[in-house]
């Protein structure tokens, strides 16, 4: 079972990827929105924003997100750490319902690039 700090690990890559997309996936990640990402196993929701194509983390709490961000990821903290490391195909792992992916409709459409 991945850790939080390994998770945490895991938003600075996912990060990092997204601030060197070019073209559409770029644009794609260029919004500004409040973002929070539940890790199920571990009971802990990192909270911050996607703006300017990064994820910025400004804080993590224990148990389900205190408000109800405009982008809402949960998952497992495993399938965060090999989404991120490649090993899990989001489009895969949403259909299955491993990962939950909650967003507006039109911000859902802007993100399908990036899955």
């Known amino acids: 079972m991945a850790t939080t700090e390994e998770c945490r690990a895991a938003l600075d890559k996912l990060s990092d990827n997204l601030a060197r997309a070019e073209g ?8 500004d929105r409040s973002l929070s990402c539940h890790i199920t196993d571990l009971d802990v929701t990192f909270l911050g924003r996607l703006r300017n194509g990064r ?11 205190p408000a109800r961000a405009q982008i809402r990821l949960a998952m497992a903290g495993d399938d965060l750490v090999a989404l991120v490391g490649g090993e899990l195909n989001f489009a895969k792992a949403w259909a299955s319902g491993r990962v939950r992916l909650e967003a507006g409709f039109r911000d859902l459409l802007r993100l399908r690039a990036l899955l």
């Open 55 to 65: 994820i910025e983390v400004h804080d993590t709490v224990p148990g389900a997100p």
């Open 24 to 31: 559409d996936l770029h644009a794609a990640a260029a919004l």
